[in-house]
């Protein structure tokens, strides 16, 4: 399937605004809806790439900010019942993008140093993620209520 298109069924890019910076520029612009498994997750990571550089992410910045979406879209797949919803839109200094799931929740631990390379040492996703990007927060109501990571990249 060519990048930009879904699968039927699923939402695919908004157009509920303009992707410049301007007087018109509504304070958030919903610019990608999309719920995914793990079978369409390489073409959401496609679409967030190309809307995110249609937004004006450029350079190491988009690839940083692909890489950080996936991480977390996969961590949804793998850990919390095998899908999720994602949202990106774009602020008037930012782009930010909310990922969602109905997993068994957790309390995130951010370590500020590389985890170890066993794999008894999870997080090294969510880790990554809080590396490369401006902002990443994680919110959970607790047991069985799932979690939302957002994570954001200053535009310009």
């Known amino acids: ?29 919903l610019l990608l809806k999309r719920h995914f498994t793990a079978d369409n997750l390489p073409q959401v990571r496609a679409q967030v790439e190309d809307t995110a550089a249609a937004a004006g992410l450029t ?5 940083e900010f692909t890489l950080a979406v996936s991480e977390i879209a996969t961590n949804a797949v793998e850990h919390a019942g095998g899908q999720g919803h994602l949202e990106l839109r774009r602020l008037p200094t930012e782009l930010e ?3 969602t799931d109905h997993g068994p929740g957790f309390t995130p631990t951010l370590p500020d140093l590389l985890p170890g390379l066993t794999s008894n040492c999870p997080g090294r996703g969510l880790w990554l993620a809080h590396l490369v990007t401006d902002r990443l927060t994680v919110t959970t109501d607790g047991a069985e209520a799932g979690s939302t990571v957002t994570l954001a990249m200053r535009l310009g």
């Not at 350079?59 to 690839?63: F, I, M, T």
């Open 1 to 29: 399937m060519p990048r930009g298109e879904t699968d039927g069924g699923t939402e695919g890019p908004c157009t509920e605004g303009p992707y410049a910076e301007g007087p018109a520029l509504a304070p958030e612009t």
């Open 59 to 63: 350079g190491v910045r988009l690839g």
């Open 97 to 99: 993008c909310r990922i």
